[in-house]
């Protein structure tokens, strides 16, 4: 379904050479839906969405970014009309919660970036 509206970019990559991964013209309106869609999607406070959308911008670029999102709901409407299933919203903390080590991680050295000397405690757990 997401070849079919245009939204799975190539990975073209041999002996070190990369070839174009455009993403091919698709389906216009659903296309036209979809960017309107993604657009507003990645504005939404505390959703999984925006939340992604967040991560892809600062290494890909905002385009690229609202790319990844569309072809992100448009999987998720596959798996909503093939398993009849509701949409289920992992929120905006979802990466966090998932990897919690990582997130903290990446803060250190953000903060360290910023010219800060950061040590972490862990806190004691009550018992």
């Known amino acids: 379904m997401a070849s079919w509206a245009g939204l799975c970019p190539g990975h073209h990559e041999s002996a070190g050479r990369i070839r174009s991964t455009r993403v091919r013209t698709g ?26 959308y967040k991560r892809l911008t600062a290494r890909r670029g905002p385009i690229k970014a609202l790319v990844a999102v569309e072809h992100s709901i448009i999987t ?4 909503m009309l093939h398993d ?10 979802y990466f966090t919660q998932r990897d919690p ?24 757990a009550a018992g």
Not at 84 to 93: A, I, K, M, Q, R
Not at 102 to 122: C, F, H, K, M, Q
């Open 27 to 52: 389906n216009p309106y659903l296309k036209g839906a979809l960017g309107m869609a993604a657009f507003g999607a990645a504005r939404a406070k505390d959703s999984f969405l925006q939340a992604r």
């Open 76 to 79: 998720a409407v596959w798996h």
């Open 84 to 93: 009849n299933v509701p949409y289920h919203e992992l929120g905006g903390s």
């Open 101 to 124: 080590e990582r997130a903290a991680r990446r803060a250190v050295s953000r903060l360290n970036e910023l010219g800060y000397r950061i040590t972490l405690d862990p806190l004691e």
